[in-house]
């Protein structure tokens, strides 16, 4: 933390007398003096400073992130099958091999070029994992709850959609509970749990979900990412349920603790006020939990962040949210500094439009953005402490 407040001292001072040109795009066209990518752990990125969309680096054309940030659950699976796949073998096995091609690898068959390198013993050799995946590949199509759709909507789609509803619910259910009691492996175990806990939210079946999670994930005593996939399912459960404050703790744990999940975890927090952060935050108990808290308050109302930036200094200087913070802060500043969209009036708007420089800000806009002083105010106490 210490060198990143040092960084952001060199880009405080540089912004207050670089020479530059701006375009009218703030997120797509702008100076970025400051590399919001200089933090560490990539899977905050999507919480990174953006004005155009829902999270730094969202492709709205793919419905995704467009980050190259890798998938815990591919991770986990490369490491079970004890490298002998690659990280994108790992990930065409999960994601991309049809159903068709596992079954055949079951019945002997070899009829996937992925197969055909593995060899058929692959199936004998990783029998549990196989079967989970063929089990899962089936459900996958149907793993979305049901929409219902408003009456009184504008646009309602007629265009059906799979969903759990779509699946025979007794079947599913004693298929999925006899899988998970022959499985010998605890991790596959646990995705059986998982894909129980699910199901059931997904048909809005909430205290079964509840119950399974309980039933069926707890026992196992196992907290991978799985397990947090599973929570998530369960704070969705609890949510469907009007329970928001069991919900909001929950996906906060799964915020926390998951790797890929922590935009979804995000969305699905019911952040109206400002007492429910203060829940969360009375419920955190270690400086991890409440330097997390207060990002989310800082993130969800991201106005002058010193106050909170502070309070988490002082539970953490070298914590890895803070520095994210940190990074917006700087490039928050900077778009105040460096302002591109702004409306000027009379003698200002010449000067402010043929040289931009020395920096121009609105008097109307001054209270609410201009933050620098207080930001270079804390990086020097923060740095006289540290020597």
């Given at each position: ?10 880009c ?13 795009d ?21 919480f ?32 079970f ?18 159903i ?29 994992a ?19 759709a ?17 699946l ?30 699910r ?54 744990q ?63 200087a ?26 000027c ?6 000067t ?5 420089l ?13 933050f ?8 020097i ?7």
């Amino acid at each position: 933390m210490k060198k990143l407040l040092l960084t952001a001292a060199v880009c405080f001072f540089f912004t207050q007398k670089a020479e530059a040109c701006a375009s009218y795009d703030e997120d797509y066209e702008y100076f970025n003096l400051f590399a919001q990518e200089i933090i560490q752990n990539k899977y905050y990125e999507p919480f990174l400073l953006t004005y155009s969309s829902s999270f730094y680096g969202y492709d709205y054309y793919n419905g995704k992130l467009d980050k190259n940030i890798p998938d815990e659950n591919i991770e986990s699976w490369e490491k079970f099958f004890g490298g002998k796949l690659s990280y994108e073998e790992t990930n065409a096995l999960v994601k991309l091999v049809d159903i068709k091609h596992l079954n055949n690898l079951k019945k002997g068959e070899t009829t996937h070029p992925l197969f055909q390198k593995l060899g058929k013993n692959f199936y004998t050799n990783n029998k549990e994992a196989m079967d989970y995946l063929i089990q899962a590949k089936y459900m996958e199509p149907y793993m979305r709850i049901n929409y219902i759709a408003n009456p009184d909507a504008y646009y309602r789609s007629n265009e059906k959609v799979k969903n759990a509803l779509d699946l025979n619910y007794d079947k599913t259910s004693a298929a999925l509970v006899s899988l998970y009691k022959a499985a010998k492996n605890p991790e596959i175990k646990l995705r059986y749990a998982y894909q129980l806990v699910r199901f059931n939210h997904y048909t809005r079946r909430y205290e079964q979900a509840i119950i399974d999670f309980k039933t069926y994930v707890e026992p196992l005593k196992l907290k991978n990412h799985i397990y947090y996939y599973a929570l998530d399912q369960k704070a969705g459960a609890e949510r469907g349920l009007g329970k928001f404050d069991e919900a909001n703790w929950n996906f906060f744990q799964v915020f926390k603790n998951s790797k890929n999940k922590k935009e979804s975890a995000y969305n699905s927090m019911f952040l109206a006020k400002e007492k429910d952060f203060q829940k969360i935050l009375n419920q955190a108990k270690t400086t991890e939990d409440k330097n997390m808290a207060y990002f989310l308050l800082a993130y969800n109302s991201f106005s002058n962040p010193i106050p909170i930036m502070e309070k988490m200094i002082e539970n953490d200087a070298d914590s890895e949210i803070l520095k994210v913070l940190t990074v917006r802060a700087i490039n928050q500043m900077e778009r105040s500094y460096l302002n591109v969209n702004h409306y000027c009036y009379d003698d200002k708007c010449e000067t402010f439009r043929n040289k931009r420089l020395p920096f121009f800000v609105d008097e109307d806009y001054r209270e609410s953005k201009d933050f620098a002083k207080d930001l270079q105010n804390t990086i020097i106490k923060e740095k006289n402490k540290k020597g």
